[in-house]
């Protein structure tokens, strides 16, 4: 039946919150252990159905019976299925701009999940393949959603592009900060103030949420950890997904 995602849905008052769509690009940061896979675990299963192109540079995702591509020819093979879990041999950069390429040149609909973008990309340097799609993969809802522990590591498209940058608590360090402010349109020294009353309140998991859109801060509260579930579809598909348990921030 409806997972939290449906009932955050089904609970909004007047019109439908923006939530995330196919056609969003994602940023989600915070340091190591703070809920980034947890939550973009939830966003994809929110999304479904669609295929999923997960880019697992650590190593650390599990995807029950999909067997991981580490190489550009396994990861041709393994394209159409609908879940593509790919977790590289080799970070050199032919290898990342060579299978980049191959996912930019499948059709979309797709989630291309890039768990840590900072192993994928540097300030200076993005894969082609990998830029395009942040810069022009909305029209055909080739979704990207990237996650980092260091956001002045990745390249600057992903914060300048995203639909929504998410923060987990705690408030990441200064330079990071002072790194994407501009890009949530608010001071670097309000965001981390706001971070902390979230951490205060309600913990480790809590998140600051931007909507570029309407230029909206919401305050999250952790998501609930349940077992995988995947919406039915034909739900609410075409508002996306929206979490339960935010709060506009005062300083939204
Ligand atoms: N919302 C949550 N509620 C309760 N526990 C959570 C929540 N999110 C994450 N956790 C716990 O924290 C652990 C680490 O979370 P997660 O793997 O999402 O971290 P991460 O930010 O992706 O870390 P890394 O940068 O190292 O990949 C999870 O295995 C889970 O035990
Ligand atoms: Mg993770």
Redesign the pocket.
Known sequence: MAGPLMAGLMQAKGAPRRGIRLSDRVL?A????????????MIVEGMQPVRVIAFDP?G?LEFPSVEPARNPGQLVERMHGAVVHYIPASFDRPALEEVCEIVWETPGPYIWWI??ASEVSSPNWCPAGLRLAVTQGRQAEKMVLA???RLAEIHPVFRSQSEHVIL?VPAPIVLDLKTVAGNVRREAGSLDHELSQLHAEYG??AHLWYVRDTDELRRCA????TSPQVPAPGGDEAEGVESSSCEDSDSA
């Open positions: 989600i915070g340091q190591t252990g703070k809920g980034k896979t947890e939550l973009a675990r650590k650390e768990d840590e996650l980092t522990q987990m480790d998991y952790p998501i609930p950890l």
